[in-house]
């Protein structure tokens, strides 16, 4: 059995990723921890959610300097689902202990750390860890996810951008930068309270526009500048990101159809042209859908993604992150 402890397990990838966890055979949940004052802990997983009775049975604990050390002692893996720096300022005691280490945080998903400046925040506390993590969008990069013991998985709208825009990159006009439209359920901001994603405030909206941090993680991973603005839904779970390139002139539909072959026996679908998904065909799923429509005379491609952002675009990913790395079965 591999032994996987998740930290931020009160949250909503936490819990969601706990669920996955307790039914993976060949993987033991051994710990779920909280911050050391966090006022959840030493409640079962269950009260928060009880969704998990019977399902994941753990009390939360508090994360202290002891419990810490204790994990590093009895864990194989460790998840992090908690903040960006919390993150960036765990992983490296983790790493020192021999541990695998999962983090859904962005704290560890560039090489150049001055992005954590420019879009986080924050100076990264260990820049030199960054160029040993592999980043975990696990339908493309399985062999490195294998091998490197920090796995940065995605975020979720890049998950669901980078799904729609990879396996055409080579299809793309380069005169011309893809432009993304994509909307997240307001889970997609964490449990803790918020004005922002307070009940009443809540209505479509964007926001981060040509600012928003999955901005560079987009770039970075499709190696080419696009336009990404995000907007706020009225819903809980889910991401559409409804995106529109320009393809090489001559594009033949057939070609587009025969490039996202690249995910054939996997977990990402392709509806036929001209037929779309809608986030409640994915909400609580671990499948990712795409819906595509060219114009062969003005070589325009319309292409949306419909992930759950609780899923796909964290705790799901992050689970096939697992079982890659430690070379198990899906279940
Ligand atoms: N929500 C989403 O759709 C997605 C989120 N992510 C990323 O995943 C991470 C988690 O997100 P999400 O689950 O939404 O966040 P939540 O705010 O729902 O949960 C955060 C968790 O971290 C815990 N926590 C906070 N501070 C610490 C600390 N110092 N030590 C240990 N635990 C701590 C919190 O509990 P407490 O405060 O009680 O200690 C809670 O359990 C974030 O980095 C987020 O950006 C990535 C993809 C999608
Ligand atoms: C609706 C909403 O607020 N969504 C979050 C994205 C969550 C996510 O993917 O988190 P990472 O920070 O780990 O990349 C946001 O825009 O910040």
């Known amino acids: 059995m591999t032994n996987i402890a998740i930290i931020g ?19 033991t949940l051994c710990g779920l921890y909280v911050s050391e004052n966090s006022a959840d802990s030493g409640k079962p997983l269950s009260e928060l959610y009880p969704n998990l009775l019977d399902k994941v049975s753990l009390p939360l604990k508090p ?30 005691q983790l790493l020192e202990a021999g541990l695998s280490v999962f983090d859904l945080s962005g704290g560890h998903r560039f090489s150049d750390p001055e992005i954590y400046s420019k ?21 493309w990069y399985g062999a490195g996810i294998a091998k490197s013991k920090l796995i940065a998985v995605p975020g979720c709208y890049p998950t669901a951008s980078l799904l729609a825009l990879k396996p055409i990159a080579a299809l793309l006009n380069p005169q011309m930068m893809p432009v993304i439209n994509a909307v997240s359920g307001v889970s997609g901001a964490g449990r ?31 190696g080419t500048k696009v ?47 001209g037929h779309w998904p809608k986030v409640d065909d994915v909400a609580g799923s671990d499948c990712a859908l795409i819906g ?21 675009g964290a705790a799901s990913q992050a689970l096939e992150c697992i079982t890659i790395h430690f070379g198990m079965e899906a279940a």
């Open 192 to 222: 803790k309270a918020s004005l922002t994603s307070h009940f009443c405030q809540v209505s479509l909206t964007p926001y981060g526009v040509l600012g928003h941090r999955h901005l560079p993680e987009i770039e970075t991973q499709l």
């Open 292 to 312: 595509w429509k060219l114009d062969s005379e003005r070589n325009t491609l319309v292409v949306a993604c419909a992930i759950d952002n609780l899923m796909k």
């Open 63 to 92: 994360l202290t300097t002891e419990a810490l050390a204790a994990l590093c002692q009895h864990a194989d893996g460790v998840c992090l689902a908690t903040d960006h720096l919390v993150s960036a300022q765990l992983a490296p």
């Open 9 to 27: 397990a009160s949250g909503y990838t936490g819990a969601t990723l706990a669920e996955l966890i307790a039914q993976q055979p060949g993987l």
């Open 119 to 139: 879009f986080y925040g924050f100076e990264h506390p260990s820049p030199e860890l960054l160029s040993q993590a592999q980043y975990g969008l696990s339908n």
């Open 227 to 273: 336009v990404f603005t995000p907007h706020l839904g009225n819903f809980k779970r889910g991401i559409l990101a409804t995106i529109t390139v320009q393809l090489e002139a001559g594009t033949t539909p057939a070609q587009v159809e025969e490039a996202y072959h690249c995910y054939d026996n996997s977990k990402v679908k392709l509806l036929p042209q």
